[in-house]
Each structure stands twice: as structure tokens, then as C-alpha cells.
């Protein structure tokens, strides 16, 4: 059986050029961070003839667990109005089964976030409205996209700032609309607020590690981000589960 393309969306062109990595059997698009933007992403994925969908890039911890560089592969997507989705069981399996060989590697259930958690309480707020593992802005929209179109999808995340941690405000603007780093944004910021230079610190080091775990993901997935084997249609539920 040929392979069939799988469409990976990022929410920042740094884990786009990671993704890349997976080779000539993905398609990879990056519109830039939060629902909408992931949900052109994957519809344009759609049309250029994807055959499942992937979340994939960092994620926000929410349990003291979920440290920097932990990897996810969550079997569902809980949401604050209490809704679950269930990844696709067989996909999923598989690139847990590669990904558990070299790393740790999870798959408890992922929070659907609509705005950045920048501060502890922010994460503790998410936590308690979902008992999410940790979080992103990105994975719901690209599941909503699959359901419509029918197709598998997964999601494979990297913890990039654990739940103790509060951001500095340069992260709140080093990011353009499009997902790329700005790092004159950054520069600026700084020099308004010196006092978060350990913090940035802290944070590209987070990130370092979440960068790590995904290469390594992109690594072990071998063929199969490219689906080479057929996938169930993913599920979904309104209810959340306990």
C-alpha cells in the first residue's frame, strides 16, 4: 500500500521547520498561533490532498508532571465548555509504541485553550476547568477540520513551559501574526523590562528541550506520520470524561 500524506500544522514556524524533518511524505502549514489560524492551516492541508492531520508543536504544562521536554501523545482533547475528543486510536498507538523506545512520552488528555497561560494561575484556572496534562491553542480546530473532512487525527506535543513557570512579558509579543520569532520585538521588550532577562533564560531553555523532544519525535515516527497504514475515523463526544 502507498504511503498517504499526512498534514502536520504548527502554530510557529520554528516547529513548522522541525516537522519538515518527517520528509516528502508530510505536508506541512503554518498560518501562525491560536484556533483560527490552525484552522486555516488544516483546511489548506485539506485541499492540497492530506490524508489525516496532526497537531503538532509545544504545549503548556498543567500538572507538576508535565516538565519541559515531555512529550505528548493525549487520546483526547478536553475543552473548557466540557467537551472530549478522542484522537485516533490506531495512529496514535503507533507512534506511541515508536516514540516510548527513546523518550518519555504520554497520553493523558491534552486542554483546549483559546488564549497563551501565562502565569501559574492562568494553568491552574485550565487545569480545573479541564484535568488537562497540559495545553495548547491549535489541537482542537485542526480536529474540528478532520471530523469534517473525515479524516484520522493526532496530536504530538512537547512541553515548552512547565506549569510553575510564569512567562515573561517579551513572549506575549515576540511572536508575529504569522508564527515567526521577532526578535526585535524581543529586544525591545527587554530593554523596557530588564528585570525578565532570567526568565527569558529559563524559557529558551525550556524551549531547547521541547525542540529536542520533537526532533527526536519527528526521528522515531519513521513512515508513520505518513499513514501507511489505515486509520479509523477519529471520534468525538460532548461529555466530559472522568
Known amino acids: 500500500m502507498r504511503n498517504r500524506p499526512a498534514g502536520i500544522v504548527t502554530g510557529l514556524q520554528l516547529e513548522a521547520r522541525i516537522a519538515r524533518k518527517a520528509g516528502s511524505g508530510v505536508l506541512v502549514s503554518c498560518r501562525g498561533m491560536g484556533p483560527k489560524r490552525a484552522r486555516e492551516a488544516a483546511e489548506e492541508l485539506v485541499r492540497r490532498g492530506a490524508r489525516g492531520l496532526v497537531s503538532f508543536g509545544f504545549a503548556a504544562g498543567l500538572v507538576a508532571e508535565a516538565a519541559p521536554g515531555m512529550l505528548f501523545v493525549p487520546s483526547t482533547i478536553r475543552t473548557a465548555e466540557g467537551g472530549m475528543i478522542t484522537t485516533d486510536m490506531i495512529w496514535r498507538e503507533r507512534l506511541l509504541g515508536n516514540f516510548r523506545r527513546i523518550m518519555e512520552v504520554s497520553d493523558a488528555p491534552l486542554a483546549s485553550v483559546r488564549r497563551p497561560l501565562s502565569t501559574y494561575l492562568d494553568k491552574a484556572s485550565a487545569w480545573a476547568r479541564t484535568q488537562g496534562a497540559a495545553a495548547d491553542m491549535e489541537s482542537a ?85 505518513a499513514l501507511n497504514a489505515d486509520a479509523k475515523k477519529p471520534e468525538s463526544r460532548n461529555t466530559l470524561a472522568h
Open 141 to 225: 480546530a485542526v480536529a474540528a477540520v478532520a471530523r469534517r473532512a473525515g479524516l484520522p487525527f493526532v496530536v504530538v506535543r512537547a512541553v515548552a513551559d512547565p506549569v510553575d513557570f510564569n512567562l515573561p512579558p517579551a513572549a506575549a509579543v515576540a511572536v508575529g501574526m504569522d508564527g515567526r520569532i521577532r526578535p526585535w520585538r524581543l529586544l525591545m521588550s527587554l530593554w523596557r523590562h530588564p528585570v525578565q532577562m532570567r526568565a527569558l533564560r529559563e524559557l529558551a531553555e525550556h524551549a531547547r528541550r521541547a525542540k529536542g523532544a520533537l526532533r527526536k519525535a519527528v526521528m522515531a515516527s519513521g513512515q508513520d506520520f
